[in-house]
């Protein structure tokens, strides 16, 4: 089983919607996932609009990708660059740190995704 970045077994990030590569409500990755989606986020309208600015438009549904759109709220295995994006620009949302795939921290600090993590 795939470890998050806490070093234990990795949690579903989220099945409705249904989000993950491979739409298994996980944030794994493996060969064809050059966006390397593993960072489970719960969405804000701030980073939705974010985003949509940088051509990634998350919140219109696309129903030939069985998409629904994603709404405030709703939480999604984002691209790990993406999320690193939004952090740079200060509109990074909260992340679930058991739900976040180890391979993360290749491309960012666990001190960030901490900084960042939801609170119950």
Known sequence: MPTNVLGTELKPCCFAPQTGFYRDGYCRTGPGDHGLHVVCAQMTR???????SRGNDLSTPAPQYDFPGLNPGDRWCLCVTRWAEA??????????????????????????????????
């Open 46 to 52: 701030e980073f939705l609009e974010f985003t949509r």
């Open 87 to 120: 952090l740079a620009a200060g509109c990074a949302p909260p992340v679930i740190l058991e739900a976040t795939h180890a391979s993360a921290l290749e491309y960012v600090d666990l001190e960030d995704l901490k900084a960042h993590a939801l609170r119950d």
